[in-house]
């Protein structure tokens, strides 16, 4: 019998509550990887526009103030399931590879009219840590002037010691 719950393997917080992301960019929180082997950035969107999809950027920082922030070009495995209408009949991911780069685009431009869920995992050892980067932010631009609804939130694992620690303070 198990007796653990998701809450003690995994650390969730919030990069952006659901909002229309074709009102400018969007900036999600930072979150710190001092506490976590991993984090998994969880980007969920609703149909869009046609021609207008979604680009979703990844940056690191030495404090979750953004203190120092560059891009963070480690991106090479991307898991995303879409679908025209909703997501509900797409049981199963689709794996997308690239070359190391800090942003994903979802699919060819005319992708931007479907339903997306995207599964991004960054190690703690994909970042700068000889220059003291720990802490990483998702951020996804401006669409274009269709709306499309989306959030992003941060799934945090592999902690590091045996109490949760908090993934939004230094």
Same mark, same amino acid.
């Given at each position: 019998?198990?007796?653990?719950?998701?809450?003690?393997?995994?650390?969730?917080?919030?990069?952006?509550?659901?909002?229309?992301?074709?009102?400018?960019?969007?900036?999600?929180?930072?979150?710190?990887?001092?506490?976590?082997?991993?984090?998994?950035?969880?980007?969920?969107?609703?149909?869009?526009?046609?021609?207008?999809?979604?680009?979703?950027?990844?940056?690191?920082?030495? %404090?979750? =103030?953004? /203190?120092? #922030?560059?891009?963070? &070009? @480690?991106?090479?495995?991307?898991?995303?399931?879409? $679908?025209? !209408?909703?997501?509900?009949?797409?049981?199963?991911?689709?794996?997308?590879?690239? %070359?190391? =780069?800090? /942003?994903? #685009?979802?699919?060819? &431009? @005319?992708?931007?009219?479907?339903?997306?869920?995207? $599964?991004? !995992?960054?190690?703690?050892?994909?970042?700068?840590?000889?220059?003291?980067?720990?802490?990483?932010?998702?951020?996804? #631009?401006?669409?274009?002037?269709?709306?499309?609804?989306?959030?992003?939130?941060?799934?945090?694992?592999?902690?590091?010691?045996?109490?949760?620690?908090?993934?939004?303070?230094?």
């Amino acid at each position: 019998m198990h007796t653990q719950q998701f809450a003690e393997h995994f650390n969730v917080c919030e990069a952006f509550l659901p909002i229309n992301i074709a009102t400018g960019a969007n900036d999600g929180d930072w979150v710190s990887l001092k506490g976590y082997s991993e984090c998994t950035i969880l980007f969920f969107q609703g149909v869009g526009t046609a021609g207008e999809p979604a680009t979703i950027t990844l940056e690191q920082a030495t %404090a979750v =103030a953004g /203190t120092g #922030a560059k891009a963070l &070009a @480690a991106i090479t495995t991307v898991y995303q399931k879409q $679908a025209v !209408t909703n997501l509900q009949a797409t049981g199963t991911w689709t794996k997308v590879t690239q %070359a190391a =780069a800090a /942003t994903y #685009a979802l699919g060819v &431009a @005319a992708n931007g009219d479907k339903a997306a869920l995207v $599964a991004i !995992t960054i190690h703690a050892e994909d970042m700068d840590s000889d220059g003291g980067f720990d802490c990483l932010r998702a951020r996804v #631009a401006d669409v274009g002037t269709g709306p499309t609804i989306a959030a992003c939130v941060y799934i945090l694992g592999g902690p590091r010691y045996t109490a949760m620690v908090s993934a939004i303070v230094d």
